[in-house]
């Protein structure tokens, strides 16, 4: 595979090739060649198979990272592709000329990550949350759980003690140690 | 298309004759498997109110409630799982982990009612029909979410440890500690057994995160002595442990230990609290064991300045002259006597209160005194011919052997005891190639030493007499006289005389046996010396004990002088190091309190 | 319709239609399970009685399962995962304990992997159950269901009997599996697939003889060859378009490896040969099952000792770990930052195209009567298209 690696970084700088396991390896290229890359891989590496795309939220570095999994049939070989895109302008080039399947992916990341794909079609129409007026939910930012208690009620009559706390109410009420 | 494609279909009409699939009414007649996921059933009595499964639970869907007939106490916290089936996935994830294995879950899949409010229920202590199932989810043999055996503990063999004072136990490496400290769930039942409530959970999350300088931090806020305790705690905790009642406990004292052997003391300053600024009081503490020096510890980080008087020659009280170095060495107790003195505690080795100065002087200069004095003096055989040159005293030998002094114990040692005193005596004695018999008057399990202390004198070769009730010490004839001495002793059986309480032993008439041994030590147990306490000093006591309020105050305030303090195996009945320091700890606030500190 | 009809591929951009002309009626077909679909919507733009345009709507089984995951602790999603698919939840076990155990480093025992390829190839069978009742069903042929659904029944009783769950087993835990076989459980594994055998040829002669059937299904739905790596097709979608791929074969995942089976494959991929390839696979499935019995040991470790659930941290790194479900590649991506909660896990289901990008363009020109056994021969499942 290693062949493969420096083809990639030859003709677009990738980088950080991790072997995995013996079937999988992952590899970093920018934003700005990712697609680019992909079609190369795509018509002329064997990988022609799109498995998902999506992306992670890397909040603490300012970026979003994108994962674009491929498969070659004939080598039985999985490829990541990982770029950063700058979390605060979230935009990388649409893939849905090369894989017919892709739009819905890029639909999704628009729902879910607010990552825009500029040519994609139907990317601004509502995916799987209907009438949703929070900021994209798959951000690390987003707090689901603050999210449902101001939405949804809970059950009255709830509560719990913590085990420690109720022994020394119990037992030893006076110290003060 | 042939001709088959339009016959093959009517060959569903021969189903027409056949049994149905169908069964009717399923739900009188189907229960469910074996291993079914069904309602929950917990063994109140084994559950001891832990809260793992509410931790494990992914859905929030347990609580732990007080529950009636199940009372806080030592190792239970009284506590125990409701669950709340509107959210419950029965997943079983909370009967995997479960450290006691009380709960479970019944094949029972049918609970229909109209109020949705019951289907929220404390499994085992509102009575269901399925309680008690027998068929029903249970985690399988041999699969556990929770580790039940203890990270093992390396340590010398006995046949190697009985050649040296060398330390028996080598503490856990990093990797092995951190394993440790994985097996905990941090449930905190353990808090209220220890005497000074270490925030147990609390330190082993440290040596989890691999974060020492706070686990050091939580270590002293209750208690100042970590490597002693780390060593010889009586670990009340590691009874109380809940991963303890399905497997081996976690070793909290061992955790202690590596927490504190691994920061060194020039860093001890880094991660603890400074004193706060001087309060310009001065307060005596006597005795610099571990209660003494563990008030000396807290007065002076309240601001106070303190000066504590010993008697003997080096600091530490019983964690050092009663306590073998093969336990604790030296080095470790000295470390956490080191860093009290670094704060600017005073101590005053070789000053005996009653003989260089009086307790009313210390009342006069002082604006408090702590007594923190232990029990110095041994109880004799109380036997004739108990005072032959050949009986000993098992502290005095201890102390002895601290000091570095010859003990000319001879070749066959009887030791008399079954306390822990009794058992360091003898594992002394074995380390100075004697033959040791330990007699003791009940069996070997009523015996308040340690066990793992009787199984390790064991090993290294002592034996152990057991219901054997001392009659009398007679010298040695012939070449032995003066040098050795008869110990005679009658066997006994155990006879219960009152139902519930502890069989006693009832010597067996003519069963009379005797035995030559060059030392016999007595180890029946100490009491205290409080002869330096004056009628005038105001400090009444019951039964050669201080009468103490709920602070540790033991002066009534009918004398003029400072108030004066005590605790310590001087007042408690738990007679251990930790029960002593959480005495001191307590103290040290009273003090504050009294004197119009920040807790006043 | 000609079986080798096939669809032109049409322009990637939605086509627009002139909805107020008058020409053209706007259908919504779902969310209700037309034929055990799962919840899903097709918006149909109908002229006459042919379908023209179709959008796919979905997220009626939306939970949030990728963000609920990131808040928990690694065991605690040991219980979630198997939600994201209702008739083969076994497949998101595997493939989430198969990650963790990548990233951590940890080889399960020999009997877990046999006991997960027996799990895995148990719910295979009653999945492909299901599904031909729903496949049947939409074609108007209920008997099938009646038989079927049974028989699914018989395997739900047996994962019962392995696991105490019948829809949601939570059997493969990270580590291996919950549980050795009970006593006896082997022996009623063998007398279902007995029974299940003689069922299955019954259907093969009611369902697949049948000129209804045929007439309707045959060139319903063609997936021309070309269009698997395009859209990537996976699964008996595939394989009936002749492209041999099965992930059970080309990655050799748990016990496959050790048994004889090789991945079926047809020429067309219409609606009749997809199901009459489904079929084969079911056959398959009792053969494998059967293979498993016979080879797996028969005492020994079952599961690996893992760190306390309640902190067990996973060194940073990713990974993806994909099966052949019945549906075709299913997979997880997991993501450790070294905490003891997920980075990110994102599930890659095969509806995800199938019923969106591949189900909006083969239903063009469908009659409406039949978009329905259309949708149904995909086999789409739309949870994990939402998650």
Redo the contacts between chains.
């Keep these: 595979m290693n062949e493969l690696a420096n083809e990639l970084a030859r003709r677009y700088g990738a980088r950080d090739w991790h072997d995995q396991r013996p079937n999988l390896a992952s590899v970093w290229v920018d934003a700005i060649r990712v697609h680019d890359s992909l079609a190369w891989l795509k018509d002329s590496a064997g990988y022609v198979h799109l498995s998902f795309l999506t992306a992670v939220d890397n909040i603490e570095r300012k970026a979003f990272t994108l994962t674009y999994a491929l498969r070659n049939h004939e080598k039985s070989h999985g490829l990541i592709v990982h770029c950063d895109i700058d979390r605060d302008n979230p935009t990388i080039d649409s893939i849905h000329l090369l894989w017919g399947q892709a739009w819905t992916y890029q639909r999704e990341l628009k729902e879910w990550f607010g990552i825009d794909c500029p040519g994609s079609p139907r990317k601004d129409e509502e995916f799987v949350l209907e009438g949703w007026d929070a900021p994209p939910m798959m951000r690390r930012d987003f707090d689901s759980l603050a999210y449902s208690q101001a939405t949804y009620e809970d059950r009255p009559g709830r509560e719990s003690a913590d085990p420690a706390a109720h022994m020394k109410q119990k037992l030893y009420p006076e110290a003060s140690l | 298309m042939d001709i088959k494609d339009f016959i093959a279909p009517f060959a569903v009409w021969k189903r027409a004759f056949e049994k149905p699939f169908t069964v009717k009414k399923p739900i009188d007649d189907r229960p469910g498997a074996p291993r079914y996921r069904g309602f929950h059933i917990n063994d109140a009595d084994k559950c001891v109110g832990c809260g793992t499964c509410e931790a494990i639970c992914m859905n929030k869907a347990i609580d732990m409630v007080p529950a009636p007939g199940h009372d806080a106490g030592p190792g239970d916290s009284g506590l125990r799982p409701r669950i709340d089936y509107g959210r419950c996935c029965w997943c079983a994830l909370c009967v995997d982990i479960c450290p006691s294995g009380s709960l479970g879950m019944s094949n029972e899949y049918v609970w229909i009612d109209s109020d949705p409010e019951v289907f929220r229920y404390t499994p085992g202590v509102e009575p269901k029909p399925w309680d008690g199932a027998e068929l029903g989810y249970r985690r399988a043999e041999g699969y556990r979410l929770l580790d039940e055996h203890r990270v093992d503990m390396p340590e010398l063999h006995h046949a190697e440890a009985v050649k040296s004072f060398l330390e028996l136990v080598r503490g856990y490496s990093r990797q092995q500690a951190e394993k440790e400290a994985d097996r905990c769930v941090s449930c905190g039942v353990c808090i209220a057994s220890c005497p000074a409530h270490m925030d147990i959970p609390g330190y082993i999350k440290a040596v989890r995160d691999g974060e020492l300088d706070t686990g050091l931090r939580l270590l002293y806020e209750t208690n100042p002595f970590p490597e002693a305790c780390g060593r010889i705690c009586t670990h009340l905790c590691e009874e109380a442990c809940s991963i303890g009642t399905g497997g081996d406990p976690v070793a909290i004292r061992w955790l202690k230990r590596y927490i504190a052997d691994q920061v060194e003391l020039s860093d001890y300053a880094k991660a603890l609290p400074r004193a706060e600024a001087p309060t310009g009081r001065k307060v005596a503490v006597v005795g610099a064991g571990p209660g003494g020096l563990s008030a000396a510890y807290y007065l002076t980080l309240l601001g106070y300045k303190v000066t504590v008087f010993e008697k003997d020659g080096e600091a530490g009280g019983m964690l050092r002259y009663g306590i073998p170095e093969y336990r604790l060495p030296y080095p470790a107790l000295d470390k956490d006597i080191g860093y009290i003195e670094s704060l600017g505690v005073g101590i005053k080795r070789g000053v005996s209160i009653g003989k260089e100065i009086t307790l009313a002087k210390l009342r006069a200069d002082y604006d408090a005194v702590y007594l923190s004095t232990g029990l110095p003096t041994a109880y004799g055989l109380e036997v004739p011919g108990d005072k032959h040159p050949r009986v000993l005293d098992g502290v005095a030998v201890l102390a002895a052997a601290t000091r570095g002094e010859e003990l000319r114990l001879g070749e066959r040692v009887a030791v008399i005891g079954g306390g822990n005193v009794a058992m360091d005596a003898a594992r002394t004695a074995l380390r100075h190639g004697a033959k040791v018999d330990i007699l003791y008057r009940r069996r070997e399990q009523d015996m308040p030493a340690d066990a793992e202390e009787i199984s390790e004198a064991k090993a290294e070769g002592a034996r152990l007499v057991e219901k054997a009730i001392p009659l009398e010490v007679k010298d040695a004839a012939g070449a032995y006289a003066g040098k050795s001495a008869i110990f005679v002793w009658n066997d006994a059986v155990m006879v219960q005389k009152e139902p519930g309480k502890r069989p006693v032993p009832e010597p067996i008439p003519g069963a009379v046996r005797e035995e030559r041994y060059d030392s016999i030590i007595a180890a029946i147990g100490q009491g205290p010396d409080l002869s330096f306490v004056a009628e005038s000093d105001g400090v009444p006591m019951k039964r050669f004990k201080p009468i103490v309020d709920a602070d540790g105050k033991a002066s009534t305030g009918t004398v003029a002088g400072a108030p004066v303090f005590a605790g310590g195996d001087l007042v408690n009945d738990r007679k251990d190091a930790i029960s002593a320091i959480a005495d001191g700890h307590r103290a040290a606030v009273g003090i504050d309190r009294l004197l119009g500190g920040k807790g006043a | 319709m000609k079986r080798d009809a096939m669809p032109r591929i049409p322009p990637?951009?939605?086509a627009t239609f002139d909805l107020e002309s008058g020409k053209y009626l706007v259908m919504w077909q779902g969310p209700q399970h037309p034929g055990i679909t799962g919840n899903m919507s097709l918006r149909l733009v109908i002229e006459g009685d042919t379908v023209v345009d179709c959008e796919t709507h979905?997220?009626y089984l939306?939970r949030?399962f990728?963000?609920?995951m990131?808040?928990?602790?690694y065991?605690?999603?040991?219980?979630?995962v198997c939600r994201i698919a209702v008739p083969e939840p076994d497949f998101n076990e595997y493939c989430y304990a198969a990650a963790l155990e990548?990233l951590a480093g940890i080889e399960i025992p020999d009997k877990a992997v046999w006991l997960r390829t027996l799990s895995l190839e148990m719910i295979r069978l009653a999945s492909f159950l299901m599904w031909i009742g729903g496949q049947a069903g939409a074609f108007g042929h209920g008997?099938i269901a009646?038989?079927s659904v049974?028989m699914r029944d018989y395997v739900l009783?047996l994962f019962?009997?392995?696991?105490?769950?019948r829809i949601?087993h939570?059997y493969i835990i990270p580590g291996g599996v919950?549980?050795?076989v009970?006593k006896g459980f082997l022996q009623h594994v063998l007398e279902t697939m007995d029974i299940i055998k003689k069922n299955l040829d019954?259907i093969e002669?009611?369902m697949f003889?049948?000129?209804?059937y045929?007439?309707r299904a045959q060139g319903l739905g063609c997936i021309p060859p070309e269009?698997v790596?395009?859209?990537?097709i996976?699964g008996p979608n595939a394989r009936a378009a002749g492209v041999a791929?099965d992930l059970r074969k080309?990655?050799g995942y748990l016990a496959y490896p050790r048994l004889d089976f090789q991945p079926l494959v047809g020429k067309v991929s219409d609606a009749y040969e997809r199901s009459q390839l489904r079929l084969g696979e079911m056959y398959q499935a009792i053969d494998l099952i059967r293979q498993i019995v016979e080879l797996m040991p028969k005492d020994g470790?079952?599961?690996e000792?893992?760190?306390?659930?309640?902190?067990w941290k996973i060194p940073a790194?990713?990974?993806?770990v994909?099966a052949e479900c019945t549906r075709g590649?299913y997979?997880f991506?997991v993501?450790s930052d070294g905490s003891d909660k997920p980075?990110?896990i994102?599930v890659?289901g095969p509806s995800?195209?199938h019923a969106?990008?591949?189900m909006e363009?083969l239903v063009r020109g469908v009659n409406i009567a039949d978009v329905a056994g259309l949708m149904v021969s995909l086999h789409t499942y739309p949870p994990e298209?939402?998650r």
Excluded: C
């Design positions: 990637e951009e939605k979905v997220g939306h949030g990728e963000k609920l990131e808040r928990r602790l065991m605690q999603n040991f219980p979630l990548e008997t009646q038989w049974t009783d019962e009997e392995l696991s105490g769950g949601y939570m919950r549980g050795d009970p019954d002669l009611v003889h049948n000129a209804v045929k007439m269009w790596d395009k859209y990537g996976t791929r080309d990655i470790p079952f599961r000792k893992l760190p306390n659930p309640l902190y790194g990713e990974t993806y994909a590649e997979g991506y993501v980075r990110r994102a890659r995800y195209t969106v990008s591949v363009r298209i939402e």
